[in-house]
Nanobody, 126 residues
Framework: QLQLVESGGGLVQPGGSLRLSCTAS????????IGWFRQAPGKEREGISC????????NYADSVKGRFTISRDNAKRTAYLQMNSLKPEDTAVYYC???????????????????WGQGTQVTVPS
């Protein structure tokens, strides 16, 4: 399985921006769909965005559409989640995950992904 490490989380004021990174351990990264998920305290983990292996197909949950942008650089084995116009309800632990040969045809579901990072905390105070 792919080893993934997230970074870039932190404390940001409402309306601010953060860019999360998800770096993989192996060159096989280029064959995997990458999904971004988040989990707030007391809530289930939810899928918020995905990108297919080539970067040509993306999907977003309604809650982040127009504010978040997913991208990837296969040469750097890294996927990104640019988060703009952050709101207090975006506060959560953010995870990236990988799915072999996934096509990103819909907003990702956690059960479909087998390789997970450790998560990075994003806090937007109210």
């Amino acid at each position: 399985q792919l080893q993934l490490v997230e970074s870039g989380g932190g404390l940001v004021q409402p309306g601010g921006s953060l860019r999360l990174s998800c770096t993989a351990s192996a060159i096989f990264f280029r064959y995997y769909e990458i999904g971004w998920f988040r989990q707030a305290p007391g809530k289930e983990r939810e899928g918020i965005s995905c990108i297919n292996s080539s970067g040509g197909n993306t999907n977003y949950a309604d809650s982040v559409k127009g504010r978040f942008t997913i991208s990837r650089d296969n040469a750097k084995r890294t996927a990104y989640l640019q988060m703009n116009s952050l709101k207090p309800e975006d506060t959560a632990v953010y995870y990236c995950a990988a799915k072999r040969a996934g096509l990103c045809t819909e907003v990702p579901g956690p059960s479909d992904f087998g390789s997970w990072g450790q998560g990075t905390q994003v806090t937007v105070p109210s």
